[in-house]
Every structure is written in C-alpha cells, then in structure tokens.
T-cell receptor, first 116, second 109 residues
Framework: GAVVSQHPSRVICKSGTSVKIECRSLDFQATTMFWYRQFPKQSLMLMATSNEGSKATYEQGVEKDKFLINHASLTLSTLTVTSAHPEDSSFYIC????????????FGQGTRLTVV | GQNIDQPTEMTATEGAIVQINCTYQTSGFNGLFWYQQHAGEAPTFLSYNVLDGLEEKGRFSSFLSRSKGYSYLLLKELQMKDSASYLCAVLDSNYQLIWGAGTKLIIKP
C-alpha cells in the first residue's frame, strides 16, 4: 500500500510556543490530505481538509488561526499549532487518499503532542 | 445528522471468534471501511465494502448490508495481538470519511 510519513512522532513543547507537524505522501500524489485529532479513548475527529494549492477547509469549532495548514505540494502538508496550550496536547494524525476518493485512507504514524 | 454506532468495548478469548457490529446513518454512501488501531498508533486499513455481502481476507471478514445500514467485522482464531480498537468509517456522498468511536477489543488467554 501507499506510504504516508508523519514527523515528528513525539514532541514536547512549552506553553506559548508553536509546533509544526509534517505529513508526506511518499509514493503517490495526494491532492487532498486530512488532519485529525484524537483524545484518549475517543475516536478520530477531523480538524481540517488540506487541498494542494488552496486554502484548507476547517471543521466547525476548529480555529484556523491557531491550527495553520499549508499544502504547498502534492506530497507535503504541514500543520502548525500556534501558541500551544496544555489543552492542545493530543494525538494528531494526518491521512491522504489517492485522487478519486474511493480508496482507503492511508495514515501517517501520528504525532503525540504534549504541551507543558 | 450523520451517525455511526459501534459497541464501546468487547471481550473475547484467544482462539475464539468475535463479531464487531457497526450501524450507520449517513448522507449518502460510497463505501464502508474497517480500521485497526493499537494504542498510541495510527489506524491501519483492514477492509473496504461498497457492495452487499461478505468480503473475506484471511482471519478477518467484513459484511455489508446497505439496505439495513449495517456492517460487521468478523475476526477468527483470535490472537493476543488482535487486542486493539476497531474503527468503522463510512464514506458519505461528499467522499468525507465519517468515523465511529471505535470498539476496544480485549483478548483474554
């Protein structure tokens, strides 16, 4: 199957700082990538849909100025958590699908963010 | 609204068979996925059903009934490594994935 690489896998940062998470599709082109957040013992919650070359579409309740998404190429999307606070501590996962939308979603390894 | 229901937790014995059910109500339907997620890891793909019936893949099988809005994941010959959460997800009419909350499966020796 296709490979999606997410980096870093774990990050600890101080409150008030910013953290960038990268998501790369290694062997296919992904015009659309998805960013999810997952709190312990809860399901994946879609934060935003990232479209190459255009603005991301954010889900209701997700602050676009706090969670900056850049999808500058067909293989790379980044999520920047700005001015992080302890309540932003979570598991962030990116996902990408081949164009057409019918195939399964391939997930990155996830990033465990801890804000202290 | 869109809704996917699956049991929160199930327990089964090593070597046995377990069936995890999923019911859904979504705006449109373009397929149903099952994913496995071990604690602290990203989900991994198990199966995709878009037509009614049973899809078998080794020890895992997935069934779909579109008229009933129902699917199940069947795991045979359970192994300890099968202890994980199993996520049901539906691709709606806009090709957005709608996720269930997941079923935590506990395997006992």
């Amino acid at each position: 199957g296709a490979v999606v690489s997410q980096h870093p896998s774990r990050v600890i940062c101080k409150s008030g700082t910013s953290v960038k998470i990268e998501c790369r599709s290694l062997d296919f082109q992904a015009t659309t990538m998805f960013w999810y957040r997952q709190f312990p013992k809860q399901s994946l919650m879609l934060m935003a849909t990232s479209n190459e070359g255009s603005k991301a579409t954010y889900e209701q309740g997700v602050e676009k100025d706090k969670f900056l998404i850049n999808h500058a190429s067909l293989t790379l999307s980044t999520l920047t958590v700005t001015s992080a606070h302890p309540e932003d501590s979570s598991f962030y996962i990116c996902s990408a699908r081949h164009t057409g939308g019918h195939t399964e979603a391939f997930f990155g390894q996830g990033t465990r963010l801890t804000v202290v | 609204g869109q809704n996917i229901d699956q049991p929160t937790e199930m327990t089964a014995t090593e070597g046995a068979i377990v069936q995890i059910n999923c019911t859904y109500q979504t705006s449109g339907f373009n397929g149903l996925f099952w994913y496995q997620q071990h604690a602290g890891e990203a989900p991994t793909f198990l199966s995709y059903n878009v037509l009614d019936g049973l899809e078998e893949k080794g020890r895992f099988s997935s069934f779909l009934s579109r008229s009933k809005g129902y699917s199940y994941l069947l795991l045979k010959e359970l192994q300890m490594k099968d202890s994980a959460s199993y996520l049901c997800a539906v691709l709606d009419s806009n090709y957005q994935l709608i996720w269930g909350a997941g079923t935590k499966l506990i395997i006992k020796p």
